[in-house]
């Protein structure tokens, strides 16, 4: 049951209560005055009574996980790579005089992503991915002002296994690690290829 179910079921539970009506004497409660008590007619209330909340305690239902299908959005901010322009290191709109500021997107014939890139003041600014023909994803970088930024850099083999990871700290590359193809450790950036 959600949430709003509850919260409406709650509030008749208050209103109305459960059905059940009981007579209240006036021994029981002095504030009460009855009627004759032989016939069917209605207790009085010498003063209101506020009816007592007790707590509810929400039943929560098993939740099954639903499978969605992947749902890829574009900001207002995303251009096609074939509306950018590069001019004096720069990338701009085509036809603009302020370099761009947002994502980039270059796609293949098959309509599989090629590339996302973003930028601020027409330099690489953030995350860069780039993607084989078949979709999987091939690298993945970050950028600051333009220059390589601190972090870990990954590239991926076609079959989806990691290829690469560097780690950059203060712009300097501090460790590389390789893999070829089937996930097996290797000493060079040559042997990955392999």
């Known amino acids: 049951m959600n949430k709003i179910s509850l919260l409406i079921l709650l509030a008749l539970f208050v209103n109305f209560g459960c059905g059940k009506k009981e007579k209240v004497s006036s021994e029981q409660n002095p504030r009460v005055t009855q009627n004759d008590s032989s016939s069917n007619e209605a207790t009085e209330l010498k003063e209101p009574v506020t009816p007592v909340e007790e707590p509810v305690t929400p039943v929560e239902e098993p939740v099954t996980p639903v499978e969605e299908p992947l749902k890829i959005t574009v900001d207002l901010d995303t251009v096609d790579f074939a509306e950018v322009e590069v001019r004096d290191g720069l990338q701009y709109i085509k036809g603009s005089s302020d370099p761009y500021t947002g994502k980039v997107l270059k796609s293949f014939d098959n309509g599989n992503w090629q590339m996302e890139l973003d930028l601020k ?4 600014d953030g995350k860069i991915v780039t993607y084989y023909k078949s979709g999987q994803k091939k690298e993945e970088s970050y950028f600051k002002e333009g220059k390589p ?4 850099w990954l590239g991926w083999h076609e079959n989806g296994e990691l290829k690469i990871e560097i780690i950059i700290e203060n712009g300097e590359t501090i460790s ?6 089937e996930g097996q450790s290797v000493d060079s950036r040559a042997e990955s290829e392999k």
């Open 176 to 181: 590389e690690k390789y893999w070829n193809n």
């Open 121 to 124: 003041d027409g330099m690489p």
């Open 149 to 152: 930024a601190d972090g870990e």
